[in-house]
């Protein structure tokens, strides 16, 4: 009876271990195209470390260029690879190169979108000034700018 509720036991464990999540593992920077656009030639380490962040690696022995590394680790293999580096001339980014990654769903800085009662509003001001600019040329008035 102990060997069977033993043998049981392994079993169950055995098949428990093969239904566990396998995390996926995200490091370094994610280094978008938006922050690419913004980064130009001339701007100093502190502007772009404020624009793409610290970087995962400054070599000692290079310290004319950052590396900002970016990888996705699923079941212990990495499923993606991206490295941007940055080399600078003095305290000035000199030029950039590498591959970026697409911008982040619901994390990306974009335009504000108004929301449905600042849209009404929004639509009031602009037929109210037509209705205006329409009355002055009625009128034979030019219409002030305020």
């Given at each position: 009876?102990r060997?069977?509720?033993?043998v049981?036991?392994?079993a169950?464990?055995?098949a428990?271990?093969?239904?566990?999540?396998?995390?996926?593992?995200?490091?370094?920077?994610?280094i978008t195209?938006?922050?690419?656009?913004?980064?130009?030639?001339?701007m100093?380490?502190?502007?772009?470390?404020?624009?793409?962040?610290?970087p995962?690696?400054?070599?000692?022995?290079?310290?004319?260029?950052?590396?900002?590394?970016?990888?996705?680790?699923?079941?212990?293999?990495?499923?993606?690879?991206?490295?941007?580096t940055?080399?600078?001339?003095?305290?000035?980014?000199?030029?950039?190169?590498?591959?970026?990654?697409?911008?982040?769903?619901?994390?990306?800085s974009?335009?504000?979108?108004?929301?449905?009662?600042?849209?009404?509003?929004?639509?009031?001001?602009?037929?109210?000034?037509?209705?205006?600019?329409?009355?002055?040329?009625?009128?034979g008035?030019?219409?002030?700018?305020?």
């Amino acid at each position: 009876m102990r060997k069977l509720f033993l043998v049981l036991s392994i079993a169950a464990l055995t098949a428990c271990s093969s239904l566990t999540y396998k995390l996926e593992v995200q490091q370094g920077n994610y280094i978008t195209e938006d922050m690419i656009a913004k980064l130009k030639p001339g701007m100093t380490r502190s502007q772009v470390r404020f624009l793409l962040g610290t970087p995962l690696l400054v070599d000692p022995f290079h310290a004319d260029r950052w590396d900002y590394l970016y990888r996705v680790y699923y079941d212990g293999k990495v499923t993606e690879d991206k490295q941007f580096t940055v080399f600078f001339t003095g305290d000035a980014a000199a030029r950039f190169e590498g591959s970026v990654m697409p911008p982040l769903k619901g994390f990306v800085s974009a335009e504000p979108k108004l929301s449905p009662r600042a849209q009404t509003m929004e639509k009031s001001r602009e037929l109210e000034a037509e209705q205006i600019q329409k009355n002055a040329k009625q009128d034979g008035e030019t219409p002030k700018k305020d």
